[in-house]
């Protein structure tokens, strides 16, 4: 059996936690940030966590075995 391949894009964008999560980076966090409060800014800070009902495909574009 060939090895799969871990989907390029995916890698660049999400990171596994140690206990299984999918961390992900928050959308609208770049640019255009003056007409955006500073409490919503600073939320855009920590990690998002990706749905439960999406962990399954991003882990397997990853490349991650499903237990």
């Not at 255009?32 to 919503?40: M, N």
């Not at 990690?47 to 574009?61: E, G, M």
Request: glycine residues 6%.
């Amino acid at each position: 059996m060939p090895k799969t391949k871990t989907h390029s894009g995916t890698k660049k964008r999400f990171r596994l936690t140690g206990t299984g999560k999918v961390r992900a980076r928050h959308s609208f966090s770049t640019h255009i940030l003056e007409k955006k409060s500073a409490k919503r800014k600073r939320r855009h800070r920590q990690p998002a966590f990706v749905s439960v009902h999406d962990t399954d495909r991003v882990k397997r574009l990853l490349g991650v075995k499903r237990s």
